[in-house]
């Protein structure tokens, strides 16, 4: 079974073929985080560390170590791991089965788009191998898609097609695995190629939460509008000729039933290319307290340039929320322009707003958003290092 | 026979819910790149069949050899390969066979030196495995891959330090 294999003194690479008994030497000697030999469980299944490589990619020339491991049940495997991050890789009787596009598929649910197509160089090999890693690597063309944690690789060769499905694996879990000390695994720079980035929100689950919310939102909303009782307690009409030495109105008292509930004051003004202003003063009868709010109400119109048009509004209103039960009157301190002299109030106990709604749905939206921001901002980051990055046309 | 790492032996049983095989020899393809182990299984009483085996992989093949009229360039890795009307394979590789072994008992077989060509082609589960020798005619093997555990082997090799 075994066709090559190096010399643990010389480390010269020996092919053990029929056929080919040539040698290969390498420059310089590198040690392997997981010494050969080592055994380790992943998903259930016994490995043994049977040879270590190291590739380097003949375009952009970097390199990353592989671990080639065997079960006798099982087959082999590769641990690949480049800047300290690790994915293990098997190979597959079958290739993605709705592999229409070169540049992305979808497969088990998962949308795989192609993150790499490299030529690689054997820089040093030392252990056992069922096949020529090193003229079976010179004369592979590699391709990867990746759908985190998940990918695909597919080699192609004159001689050979095989496809390969690996999964991510974090250095805790190689550590775990093979039973060395996580200290040992090389530290992880940037974003693995496959790692899940903020893989305990699934978006789907984010954008199906929020809908959910915005649906109990919307009840809510629908069942406080239709069960609030816009009851009027007060109606009063004010002209400015009403006021003699006193500088300030005061409306009849009113009572305000039931425990704390809104309060909604409608100021309606005539003006016309005008202004009003008041101040306005709720205060409880029995214990004094008291609630001011002022109302600034401008209303403009005119035609300019073949066009008509309007600025503000004559109409104000003032929503107070949680006001006790009790007997209510209000002080108000008006300020009139020189054609404005009237204005009416109308007080409203127990109205539905719309504000709260539209609170809670910006709260709500916060966190979706600053999630897929953040996502997006993780995704460009992993496929910064891609040729294909879908991200490209919006960088460039 | 050199030892290999395989779990199988001449005698190991394979129980499937219709039949049951016992392996009775077998003829190991030493490969350019690979290994195949060609394990002759007995079945019903004196018939046979091939179960092919390599890294933890199976394909069965009840099919007799049969002859392939084609051009032999058409076997390529990557290439559509149609062995019938209704079936269309792709290459998955080409190997040259740099040594062979037999143990056993086996039912027909047609190359008994090294030097010839093995290509495999696969379709989903469908396979076939063809042999290739440029002085003889193309014979090939039709079947389909299986996976190992539902092969239900009894009386294997344990390699109790892998578990």
Known sequence: ?396 | MPEDWSFLKVGSVCELPQQTFTLVGRCRLQLRNEYKNFWCAEYAGGKCLYLVESFGSFSIFLSPWTDYNKEASKLRAGKSIKISSDVTLTGEYVEKCEGLSFEGELGPWPFIKPGFFVVQASAGSKTAVFFIDPKKNIDYLSGEKITSDRLNFKNIIEWNEWK
């Open chain 1, 1 to 396: 079974m075994t066709l090559a294999m190096t010399c643990p003194s010389c480390g010269i690479y020996f092919r053990v073929g029929q056929w080919d008994k040539s040698m290969t030497t390498f420059g310089s000697s590198y040690e392997p985080v997981l010494p050969l030999g080592t055994k380790g469980k992943i998903e259930g299944v016994v490995y043994e560390v049977m040879g270590f490589t190291i590739k380097k990619e003949q375009k952009y020339k970097y390199d990353w170590r592989e671990y080639l491991l065997f079960n006798p049940f099982q087959g082999y495997a590769f641990l690949s791991e480049y800047d300290g991050h690790w994915n293990i890789v098997w190979p597959i009787e079958n290739g993605p089965t709705k592999r229409t596009a070169e540049s992305d598929f979808y497969e088990g649910g998962l949308h795989y788009q192609l993150y790499q197509k490299y030529k690689a160089k054997v820089i040093y090999a030392r252990g056992e191998f069922f096949f020529d890693v090193v003229d079976l690597t010179d004369s592979t063309q590699n391709s990867e898609y990746i759908g985190p944690p998940y990918m695909y690789a597919l080699e192609v060769s004159d001689d050979s097609l095989l496809w390969c499905k690996g999964e991510y694996m974090t250095p805790q879990e190689v550590a775990s695995a093979f039973n060395v000390p996580v200290k040992n695994l090389p530290g992880k720079k940037g974003i693995g190629y496959t790692q899940p980035v903020m893989a305990g929100v699934k978006p789907g689950a984010i954008v199906g939460l929020t809908f959910f919310i915005l649906l109990v939102l919307v009840a809510l909303q629908f069942f406080f509008s239709g069960t609030a009782a816009e009851k009027i307690v007060y109606q009063g009409n004010f002209s400015q000729t009403m006021l003699k030495d006193q500088k300030f109105f005061v409306t009849p008292s009113f009572q305000l039933d039931g425990g704390s509930k809104s309060l909604n004051i409608d100021i309606i003004t005539p003006v016309q290319n005008d202004w009003f202003f008041g101040e306005f003063s709720l205060i409880n009868d029995d214990t004094g307290t008291e609630i001011i709010f002022t109302k600034d109400i401008e209303y403009y119109q005119g035609y300019e340039d073949g066009e008509s048009w309007t600025e503000g509004s004559p109409y104000g209103e003032a929503f107070l929320s949680q006001i006790p039960g009790g007997k209510y009157h209000i002080n108000i301190y008006p300020e009139f322009s020189t054609s404005s002299h009237d204005f009416t109030i109308v007080v409203k106990r127990d109205v539905a707003t719309m504000s709260n709604f539209f609170v809670t749905l910006v709260a709500l939206a916060l966190f979706p958003v600053g999630f897929f921001i953040r996502k997006n901002i993780l995704e460009k980051r992993r496929w910064s290092e891609s040729d294909y990055s879908p991200y490209a046309s919006y960088e460039d």
